[in-house]
């Protein structure tokens, strides 16, 4: 027994949507990186989404302004043309990006003049941290790279 497809063509967008994902907007820079807008413990920032990037970071000029809780961190950061950075870790933070939110989020800190730096010389605006795999992966993320939308799971 054949099962009959349905003809009607439905889009990602509606399809995700229908499946529980908010579908937030990412901005395309210069540098043909995109920009997302999240908020750490109550204070908004702008980050970068990275899927390349296997933490979540936050620079450390960010402690004071997102509330975080700095631990020394063993763990060497590379990455974005500069290896084995001295990092901290910040444990227990409330994330949000856009309606999705996640406790209990673990942010990796360093150093990230070198990145801000890369961006200003190409006139685009400095960052507050990186949104890596980690947070994607939780939040079952799909990227609709023609659009410049990220859809997460609720």
Do not use: R
């Amino acid at each position: 027994m054949t099962k009959k497809i349905d003809q009607k063509a439905i889009s990602l967008k509606d399809l995700l949507l229908e499946k529980g994902y908010i579908k937030v907007k990412l901005k395309l820079t210069k540098t043909n990186h995109f920009e997302i807008k999240a908020t750490i413990n109550g204070v908004k920032g702008l980050f970068i989404l990275d899927t390349g990037a296997s933490n979540s970071c936050v620079g450390f000029e960010g402690i004071e302004t997102f509330k975080l809780n700095a631990k020394d961190s063993d763990v060497k950061a590379a990455g974005a043309g500069a290896t084995d950075m001295l990092t901290q870790v910040s444990k227990k933070n409330k994330l949000k990006i856009g309606k999705w939110k996640k406790d209990k989020v673990a942010l990796v800190l360093f150093n990230l003049t070198h990145v801000n730096t890369a961006l200003l010389h190409h006139n685009s605006k400095p960052v507050d941290g990186i949104i890596g795999a980690d947070i994607l992966k939780k939040a079952k993320a799909v990227i609709d790279y023609d659009k410049n939308d990220v859809y997460l799971k609720l």
